[in-house]
């Protein structure tokens, strides 16, 4: 995990400022740009920070929570080494970087409120969070059925909590409406939905396109077969699984639909392949599993050398 946290870095640090960033769209009521902060030192920097906090923060949650059935840092590890094969995502501090670290940050809240009836303020905040991302970045929208389908599946949603999952979504709209500062008739703006492909050059476009597509279908088929033998484990096993599962099949839906919005979702689906690879090497019995593993080092080094050389 150390190593391949160095890697990432170093990696970042040679592509700041070389490689370019594509464009994203708006939100409800705002626009944020894609790059929070501007290519270079100083934004792959505090990328990288983030990436490593997201990795930190789902330490925390697997040794907490253990969702995974061992401890491991394996899905650590692979999504840093995900990270790293796309530099056009992780040399700069982006939405795609803000949106994986509000899910993590979410994830510790919604685990928590395992049959818990009076987790109304933990959906009210992660609903607020939500809902106000959302009006500069319609990408967080994929997140919002997400937690509310894991915080009933966590048996934390009664009719208390459906009424606060409703006011933290109408929390940030009542207050940015009531103090005037937007007006909902000429200031809304509809998702657009435009090839991200249209601001990328021609070869990089389709290896990113090609990569993506590949980590996808991976997923996919990964949680489907870790689902057989992860259905035999106890409840809260299934529970907390099924909230990453939730959000792995709707971040495919979103790039599917979005694909200007692409390498927004491209993290989250990083970070669900990742705990998907993780479960794949701890529930196998194989004896010689490990070469898998250093079949998908390889591919992930290939991958990004290969994007810093186009």
């Not at 792959?44 to 929570?65: E, S, T, W």
């Not at 967080?140 to 059925?145: D, G, N």
């Not at 990083?270 to 479960?279: E, P, R, V």
Request: net charge neutral; glycine share 6%; aromatic share 12%.
């Amino acid at each position: 995990m150390t190593l391949t946290g160095i890697l990432l870095a170093i990696t970042a640090v040679m592509a700041s400022g070389r490689v370019p960033v594509a464009e994203a769209g708006g939100g409800i009521f705002f626009e944020v740009p894609t790059v929070l902060v501007e290519p270079g030192l100083t934004s792959a920097l505090i990328n990288v920070a983030c990436l490593v906090g997201i990795g930190g923060l789902m330490l925390l949650a697997g040794k907490v929570f253990s969702f995974v059935r061992s401890m491991t840092c394996i899905y650590v590890s692979a999504f840093f080494l995900l990270e790293m094969a796309v530099p056009v995502t992780s040399s700069v501090f982006n939405t795609g970087t803000a949106l994986c670290l509000i899910l993590v940050l979410g994830v510790l809240a919604l685990f928590a409120s395992y049959e818990d009836m009076h987790s109304q303020g933990r959906i009210f905040l992660t609903m607020t969070i939500l809902a106000t991302a959302c009006l500069w970045q319609w990408a967080f929208v994929v997140l919002i059925p997400a937690f509310a389908l894991g915080f009933m599946y966590m048996r934390a949603m009664d009719f208390r909590g459906f009424l606060a999952m409703l006011l933290g979504l109408a929390t940030p709209f009542w207050i940015v409406i009531g103090l005037g500062i937007v007006n909902p008739v000429n200031d809304f703006k509809p998702l657009e939905i435009n090839a991200v492909w249209d601001t990328l050059d021609l070869s990089q476009m389709r290896l990113l396109i090609t990569w993506a597509a590949v980590v996808a279908i991976l997923s996919v088929i990964l949680t489907v077969m870790n689902l057989m033998t992860i259905l035999n484990y106890r409840l809260q096993f299934r529970v907390y699984n099924a909230f990453f599962i939730i959000v792995n099949l709707l971040s495919v839906l979103a790039m599917c639909i979005d694909y200007r919005d692409m390498l927004v979702f491209l993290p989250l689906l990083n970070l669900c392949l990742a705990i998907q690879i993780a479960h794949s090497f701890t529930l196998s019995t194989q004896p010689k599993r490990h070469y898998v593993m250093w079949v998908f080092i390889a591919a992930t080094l290939a991958v990004g050398i290969s994007s810093l050389a186009l």
